[in-house]
């Protein structure tokens, strides 16, 4: 099943190893958090660095593409082939809010190597999983001696995916002919584990709001009043009640609509994976599993659209007590969403649920940022098969199936550039993507390396196939 | 009905009226929140102040009372007749938390005067009403021409009411034979309002308890774990949203177990009373009534149990969004009790249901504070006649009577002493108790001061019938 790996391959990456991972460390050094309006200056220091970086690499062309929020970079490197494919490498160089306090052992923005594992905010996500990109091409080049790619390689690497990618879809839709590609690859997402290399065949959308209650003018006595006003805290609890029934099931009328059901196929592929739900369990860091009824694990986080709550807060949070009854309270949300789901129908089912749970006299702000759509790629596509393959002769081993809980705007390339969208990434569920002590194994990061330094050759070879498939929300 | 006031009396204050702003204002600037443990120098600090201004007054007895934590302030005036009754005054020294951000328009713990009010954390609660006592009882020697009170005059100032009194019942034990009296006056309360003088004949229990759920070891991405893990936050709403039925009553089984209902003479008074709902809701800075079903707003501060959200908070509040499930949530809950209820039996009732709120693989932990009794006054105590009759003298007109939705410590005073407690208070609901741009109204204060100058002579006059008096939990 696996081809024989590439001895060239394997010395090239050897030998640029260490500068290749001191590189890397430079880049997570800037803490390019898009969620944090005083990093700004990050970000945009963060893109420069990368356009430089790429250039650095051999990429004819490294631009950074400004938008009204944080700027993207954007670089093309021509094959030397006049009927090479086109492809569209997508990645993020923006990171999630990292701070010492939240509970990292070492600061996240100071990159460090422990026991094989490099530790910084952006180490998996998505930094390294951009990077290994520039050491993939030169290894391509090395080992079959050419001088330029033998597709056209673009990169888009994106400064605001953490931030649900506000601009990104304008951004597209302004370079669609410089972004044009017979195939996109997108380098944000993770494999089932160390021993057992997958490609991701999709990603869950996401939708997420702030709901603001407001109560009184101002906190209000707990004795003088209390018992005979409306409480926004209590509003903004009974709300997030609200949300699931007892069966945990995303209460709201229409969540569900046009929802694509998994097929028994992919239940069955699901179910060959070695899941095992203890260690799945400490990667969740978790103490229980819980969710919606009649659905495994993998398809609760794979295949079924969610409600979660990322912050609530409202009233005294400090030390001892302080009997009062807060003047307003807040609830993030997020939800995900599968195959099916249509984001303004979602905002729109929201809403008009909202407006139901709470009492007279508190008044209901719901903002929405802009959403992210969920995405599918078909099972059989052929140049699934190149990327399956070119993992195959990297890992040395069969290569699965699985989906992507998390959401990325690949759904929006598919759309607007009419390309297919193929999942390479390498990172895995233990790397703490958004968590504390995110971090990235050495060994998948040249994994990765090495997929790509095959990749391109295969997909060159099968362009003509890639070029025919057809691409879809439906399985 | 009302009684001469005395010319004397009038001139007395006058002529000391600005000094005893001045030093009201001195006191106020001493920040004593008991509930900040970066303020225990300042509450210690305002401890020694009003000793110190005690002695001044002519206490030949004012001693700073340690306790484990905030001292307490003790004083005495003993009578210079030998069959005079004694009298202990209750109030407390220290405040609630206030920080300019939260809403003041000048800063909290700078007093500043507009328009006839004195503004200050503490102004109102308790700083104002205890301060009352040091003129009044000046007043008092000045116009009957004494040089020592009418009454055995004694004050216990606390140092922890806002925090729940935690060593309070501890304290009075200890020094029972000293706080020894016949009759408990405590000034924490207010009056229905400015036109409308009335009598506290009783106060809320109090019980608070912080509930901290943990779920996820840190803080987890929503995407690849949401929707199979519980989530704290979620779970801390739901416990939340459990508090109550759909009629607005306390869902915690047991909560109402001894609950002494209203009488319909209660009832029939509290109806009497000129209570307008719109201009409530404005002192209330609410925009609707709400509650209990089949409770008038007054029934449901005065004589309901209540349960009420202070603070609930989890996961991400900043700007922007983070897709996280949060590891931990927390809620701080005050319970509101009313005669018949049992501190320890509603702590053993909440314990009992919250158990069983949260889902598998969430952790409960759960602290209660130190709670506050109910209590309630006889309406025909023959001391609450004294108070009467020395509020409709200086306030010129018919006194009527309320109760109190906050709490104090009264009912552990007239527990441990065996005294009657009766509520001599001048605050009025706008002064905005616990809540940013607290103030008293300088009139009122100074009703204050009038209505103590005429009571020790009246409760002296009237000391054989308050000796005999019953008092009880039940009206």
């Known amino acids: 099943m696996s081809q024989t790996p590439d001895s060239a391959v394997h010395a090239y990456i050897e030998r640029h190893r260490a500068a290749f991972l001191d590189d890397l460390a430079a880049w997570l050094r800037i803490p390019s958090v898009s969620a944090q309006p005083e990093r700004a200056d990050d970000v945009r220091r963060s893109a420069d660095w990368l356009a430089a970086a790429l250039k650095e690499t051999g990429f004819p062309v490294a631009e950074v593409w400004p938008t009204p929020g944080a700027p993207a970079v954007y670089a093309e490197w021509p094959s030397d082939d006049p009927d090479a494919p086109t492809v569209l490498v997508y990645g993020h160089h923006d990171v999630q809010p990292a701070a010492r306090e939240d509970g990292w052992d070492s600061d996240p923005f100071e990159p460090v190597v422990r026991d094989g594992k490099l530790y910084a905010r952006g180490a998996a996500d998505d930094k390294g999983q951009v990077f290994f990109h520039t050491l993939g091409v030169r290894a391509h080049l ?4 050419r001088t330029a790619p033998a597709v056209n390689l673009k990169l888009i690497v994106e400064g605001e995916e953490e931030s649900g990618s506000p601009h990104f879809r304008a951004l597209v839709e302004e370079h669609a002919d410089r972004l044009a590609a017979d195939v996109v690859i997108v380098s944000d997402t ?30 209000i006595h707990s004795g003088s009043f209390g018992g005979a006003v409306p409480n926004p805290a209590t509003a903004v609890a009974r709300l997030v009640a609200a949300l699931h029934d007892d069966e945990g099931r995303v209460a709201i009328p ?23 739900e203890e260690r799945w369990l400490r990667t969740a860091k978790s103490h229980a599993t819980h969710g919606e009824t009649g659905y495994s694990t993998l398809e609760r986080i794979w295949a079924r659209p969610t409600a979660e709550v990322n912050g609530i807060g409202g009233g005294y949070q400090g030390a001892g007590s302080k009997t009062i009854i807060p003047s307003s309270a807040l609830v993030k949300l997020s939800f995900r969403l599968v195959a099916g789901q249509d984001l303004g129908q979602v905002e729109k089912a929201v809403r008009a649920w909202a407006a139901h749970q709470v009492p007279a006299g508190i008044q209901l702000d719901i903002r929405f940022s802009p959403g992210t759509r969920p995405c599918l790629t078909p099972l059989d596509h052929p140049a699934l098969r190149s990327v399956v393959r070119a993992m195959e002769r990297a890992f040395q081993g069969p290569v699965r199936f699985t989906r992507e809980g998390g959401s990325g705007p690949a759904a929006d390339l598919q759309e607007v550039l009419g390309a297919p969208v193929l999942f390479l990434g390498i990172s895995i569920p233990s790397d703490g993507w958004h968590a504390p002590n995110e971090k990235v194994e050495l060994d998948l990061l040249l994994k990765g390396v090495e997929t790509t330094a095959y990749l391109w050759s295969d997909l060159a070879e099968n362009a003509g196939n890639a070029e025919t498939a057809e691409s879809g929300d439906a399985p």
Do not use: H, K, N
């Open 142 to 145: 090395d080992a079959t001696g």
């Open 190 to 219: 993770g494999m089932w584990s160390a021993d057992t290399p997958t490609v991701c065949t999709g990603m869950r959308g996401l939708a997420e709001c702030e709901i603001r209650l407001e109560g009184p003018y101002q906190d």
């Open 254 to 276: 229409g969540f569900y609509d046009g929802v694509v059901e998994l097929t028994d196929r992919e239940r069955e592929l699901f179910a060959e994976l070695p899941f095992d």
